[in-house]
């Protein structure tokens, strides 16, 4: 899997000369403590989180940040359930536990952001880490809870 980061690495650095340093975790050891261990790393006042698989394309990283700038947010979250998103090469199995985790959640907890599950987002650096600070969960539910607690703290979310 190392030279999917590696990809990733070479086409964000070609499309945007963008320099990314890999590194690298004994173990695979949760998503959260992976944020966190690239926060250490991180310089600048925000940061794309994105999977390495390329599952999400670099070049809508352009489109964050003019979001970004445009509305002043905290958060920009890419979704795949509103304007231009969606989903590629995904089986109807994980379209349905997406869509299902998704709609459960807006039952719920009304998050007023229409994809919770998503892994694709910019979020400014401080806001970030108290974020992080405040998540108690494991695993990709994480992802829900990084949502939920910015609406809590009242950040600004934007989607693209």
Same mark, same amino acid.
């Given at each position: 899997?190392? =030279? *999917?980061? %590696? %990809?990733?690495?070479? #086409?964000? =650095? ?6 990314? $340093? @890999?590194?690298?975790? &004994?173990?695979? #050891? ?16 925000? $940061?794309?989180?994105?999977? &390495?698989? @390329? ?9 964050? %940040? ?21 989903? =590629? ?5 994980? *379209? #349905?536990? +997406?869509?299902? &985790?998704?709609?459960?959640?807006? $039952?719920?907890? !009304?998050?007023?952001? +229409? ?6 987002? @910019? ?6 880490? *108290? ?5 108690? +969960? ?8 990084? %949502?939920? !607690? &910015?609406?809590?703290?009242? =950040? ?5």
């Amino acid at each position: 899997m190392f =030279y *999917k980061h %590696i %990809i990733t690495s070479l #086409l964000l =650095y070609s499309m945007f000369r963008l320099l990314l $340093v @890999l590194r690298p975790r &004994a173990r695979k #050891l949760g998503l959260g403590t992976a944020y966190i261990h690239g926060m250490q790393h991180a310089t600048g006042n925000f $940061v794309v989180i994105m999977d &390495a698989d @390329l599952s999400h394309h670099p070049k809508f990283i352009l489109e964050f %940040i003019k979001e970004q700038k445009e509305g002043n947010y905290d958060v920009v979250s890419g979704t795949r359930y509103r304007g231009n998103g969606g989903v =590629y090469g995904w089986d109807l199995r994980r *379209k #349905l536990i +997406s869509r299902g &985790a998704n709609f459960i959640t807006q $039952v719920l907890l !009304r998050p007023g952001a +229409s994809d919770l599950t998503g892994s694709f987002r @910019l979020y400014r650096k401080d806001v970030l880490q *108290k974020l992080v600070e405040k998540c108690v +969960s494991k695993g990709y539910v994480f992802q829900m809870e990084m %949502i939920i !607690r &910015a609406r809590q703290l009242n =950040y600004s979310i934007g989607e693209e």
